[in-house]
């Protein structure tokens, strides 16, 4: 059977909300951050992976891969956090022709002030519209679409991650108190710990 080149009644209904969603949502989800915090939602995103990666550190091809952009997208979204003192770049030592990013304190601890304000965003605007069945059907679609998107999960791992529990954990009153030094490290924190 051929199928129609346009939309079908049913696959419009679908899609126009969507397709609304996608040009709203991501406007919104960058004002909050922008007003509260001056970043936008990819630094957000890009501070949180590192925040929960072990080591804080990751290979700056390995970053833009979990985030789903492009190198040199990525590379400019890390000279403006490293403006801000937020990330370092360091010579991969397993690579000279490799760099790596490497989240400061400073860094840590603007995700960590950022988080409330981005959840209780995402709460207002997306999950508290909607039922607790309706939640388990956003998630099963979002994952159904996933699968076409991003078949080798690369994206889905680094945003299930960067939705851990591990952020809610993170308290700016556990690394209040300890200067920070001239290479954005905190002195007195323990680094063995690779929660937030």
């Known amino acids: ?9 049913e696959e419009r209904a679908a899609w126009a909300p969507l397709g609304a969603l996608l040009e709203l949502l991501p406007r919104q989800l960058d004002a909050q951050l922008l007003r ?3 970043l ?3 630094d957000y995103f890009t501070l949180s992976i590192l925040a929960l990666t072990p080591g804080r ?3 700056m091809s390995a970053l833009a891969t979990m985030s789903h952009a492009t190198l040199p997208r990525m590379s400019h979204a890390v000279t403006r956090l490293e403006k801000r003192g937020y990330v370092r770049r360091e010579a991969a030592a ?12 400073a860094g840590r601890r603007a995700v960590i002030r950022a988080t409330p304000g981005h959840v ?9 519209a909607l039922e607790p069945e309706q939640l388990d059907q956003l998630r099963d679609i979002a994952h159904a679409i996933l699968t076409r998107l991003d078949p080798d999960q690369r994206m889905w791992v680094a945003q299930a991650v960067t939705e851990d529990d591990a952020t809610a954990r993170g308290s700016i009153r556990a690394v209040r108190g300890h200067p920070v ?4 490290a905190a002195r007195g924190v323990g ?4 929660s937030l």
Do not use: I, K, P, Q
């Open 1 to 9: 059977m051929t199928r129609s080149r346009s939309f079908t009644a």
């Open 36 to 38: 509260d915090d001056d």
């Open 40 to 42: 936008t939602h990819f």
């Open 57 to 59: 550190r990751l290979r």
């Open 94 to 105: 397993d690579d000279a022709r490799a760099t790596d990013v490497v989240l400061t304190f």
């Open 120 to 128: 209780s965003n995402v709460r207002e605007h997306v999950l508290d």
């Open 181 to 184: 030094g001239n290479d954005g």
């Open 191 to 194: 680094r063995a710990s690779t």
